[in-house]
């Protein structure tokens, strides 16, 4: 019986080792099932968040092109009735001088007064100090009634917005 009782335990013990790995195994998986599913979930929501940044760049690039378009039709809009004046006075025959430099006059006027409008300054005059971040200085004479670097002529003005400059004045330096 002693024998009978010893491959008892060692039936017990096989099967004991038996129902632990299978547990194990069963334990693991459950754990790989589980990764699997927050695998899952994780690449879900990745996908989701990439669609979503994809669908606001797309979203921002329309945004910006509509607010360009919007801007142009804006600024030529204020620009048209100037570009109709110019053309009454080049297509007018019947006019003098005098009232043809009038015209001319008041189709400028009118010109700046849009782009004071929108926020456009005019600079470079003569007399004023010579400022290489607004003045682009093409020639230099010595003339004793003007001051040390002082401009003696524009031959085109600058005009910033702000602080940012979009054409600097084309300008003769004194001195």
């Known amino acids: 019986m002693a024998i009978d009782e010893k491959e008892v335990n060692q039936d017990a013990e096989v099967k004991s080792a038996k129902s632990e790995k299978k547990a194990k195994k069963d334990k ?6 589980k990764i699997k599913a ?15 940044y994809d669908n606001f760049r797309k979203r921002t690039q329309k945004d910006i092109e509509q607010r360009v378009s919007y801007t142009k039709t ?14 009454r006075a080049a297509f007018n025959a019947d006019s003098d001088f ?32 010579f400022d290489p971040n607004f003045h682009n200085g093409v020639m230099h004479v010595d003339d004793e009634s003007l001051g040390e670097n002082v401009i003696a002529d524009v031959f085109m003005k600058g005009y910033k917005i702000g602080d940012k400059v979009i054409r600097p004045a084309t300008v003769k330096v004194a001195n």
């Open 74 to 87: 804006d600024i030529l809009s204020k620009i048209l009735p100037v570009v109709d004046n110019f053309e």
């Open 38 to 52: 927050d695998y899952e979930a994780l690449n879900d929501r990745y996908m989701r968040t990439l669609a979503e």
């Open 28 to 33: 693991s998986s459950q754990e790989l099932e």
């Open 98 to 129: 005098d009232g043809y430099k009038k015209g001319i006059e008041m189709t400028v006027n009118q010109f700046m007064e849009i782009l004071k409008g929108l926020g456009v300054e005019a600079f470079g005059e003569v007399g004023e100090e």
